[in-house]
T-cell receptor, first 114, second 115 residues
Framework: EDKVVQSPLSLVVHEGDTVTLNCSYEVTNFRSLLWYKQEKKAPTFLFMLTSSGIEKKSGRLSSILDKKELFSILNITATQTGDSAVYLCAVVRAGGTSYGKLTFGQGTILTVHP | NAGVTQTPKFRVLKTGQSMTLLCAQDMNHEYMYWYRQDPGMGLRLIHYSVGEGTTAKGEVPDGYNVSRLKKQNFLLGLESAAPSQTSVYFC??????????????FGQGTRLTVV
């Protein structure tokens, strides 16, 4: 059974703060890890990570994967109220049985106050 | 660009009624997924498919059936709806046989209420 655990489950910060969201996973035949942002509708894609140690960056957001320790982090610097959302982490299986299976964690609810 | 389209967007069912949710994608993706999302539960995988004519169970398959007769369509059926199936349903698709990985693209969701 694939397992994706995100922490913290919720986080309240003020504008300008830096936050780190965590995602740990247990999956057979790991293929990739995905981060999404969800604001009351369909999730929107942030990052796809397949290799350890290579940081992906987009504006104030960045993410990195550690395939040895089986976790990823999503950093958001200088947070803004528009960053308030649920952040979802998911893992994709590669080969073997159940390949292609895409399993999500329970999400981290981020609230940014002005 | 259409991407992933779900129909309907909203539906209210009475307990015991049946219905089918349709998901269509125009990106030639191999993999398609159905999720349900309940408050505080993230996205839970119901069923998925890695190609035309194939389906597999996810975490919460009971009470649902699926079919993937055409590559671009993935149907989710509720044979006898129950109030516990009140949820928001999302369809997603990903991966191309051209050898490159893609992120999963999501439909806009279907809000289903069973009374």
């Amino acid at each position: 059974e694939d397992k994706v655990v995100q922490s913290p489950l919720s986080l309240v910060v003020h504008e300008g703060d830096t936050v780190t969201l965590n995602c740990s996973y247990e999956v057979t035949n790991f293929r990739s890890l995905l981060w999404y942002k969800q604001e009351k509708k369909a999730p929107t894609f942030l990052f796809m990570l397949t290799s350890s140690g290579i940081e992906k960056k987009s504006g104030r957001l960045s993410s990195i994967l550690d395939k040895k320790e089986l976790f990823s982090i999503l950093n958001i610097t200088a947070t803004q109220t528009g960053d308030s959302a649920v952040y979802l982490c998911a893992v994709v299986r590669a080969g073997g049985t159940s390949y292609g299976k895409l399993t999500f964690g329970q999400g981290t609810i981020l609230t940014v106050h002005p | 660009n259409a991407g992933v389209t779900q129909t309907p967007k909203f539906r209210v069912l009475k307990t015991g009624q049946s219905m089918t949710l349709l998901c269509a994608q125009d990106m030639n993706h191999e993999y398609m997924y159905w999720y349900r999302q309940d408050p505080g539960m993230g996205l839970r995988l119901i069923h998925y498919s890695v190609g035309e004519g194939t389906t597999a169970k996810g975490e919460v398959p009971d009470g649902y059936n699926v079919s993937r007769l055409k590559k671009q369509n993935f149907l989710l059926g509720l044979e006898s709806a129950a109030p516990s199936q009140t949820s928001v349903y999302f369809c997603a698709s990903s991966y191309s046989r051209q050898g490159w990985d893609t992120e999963a693209f999501f439909g806009q969701g279907t809000r289903l209420t069973v009374v």
